[in-house]
């Protein structure tokens, strides 16, 4: 399984970005897919994850102004960031479980400055 990033930039605080993510290399149905971020000096840590159910669940960091979706049929998952704060910048990562295994993608960059 291989995860494609994308979307990630500079943002004024205020701002939105949408970061999309997908997969290839799947055959089945992807089990769950989410988004993590670790900013400098920190440990990684979860922001939104999505089951094949289209059940989200939120860190309470972003809850009210990130949405997370998914499109199964194109095994690509999206996180809609609006209200960004300063505090959201980090580099964000997209996740898989599929078949019993957790998958990476590579990071993605958002910053959020004035």
């Known amino acids: 399984v291989q995860l494609q990033a994308s979307g990630g930039g500079l943002v004024q605080p205020g701002g939105s970005l949408k970061l999309s993510c997908a997969a290839s290399g799947v055959i089945f149905t992807i089990n769950a897919m989410g988004w993590y971020r670790q900013a400098p000096g920190k440990q990684r840590e979860l922001v939104a994850i999505i089951t094949s159910g289209d059940n989200a669940n939120y860190a309470d960091s972003v809850k009210g102004r990130f949405t997370i979706s998914r499109d199964s049929a194109q095994n690509t998952v999206y996180l809609q960031m609006n209200s960004l704060k300063p505090e959201d910048t980090a580099v964000y990562y997209c996740?898989?479980?599929?078949?019993?295994?957790?998958?990476w993608g590579q990071g993605t960059q958002v910053t959020v400055s004035s």
């Open positions: 996740w898989s479980f599929y078949r019993s295994r957790g998958y």
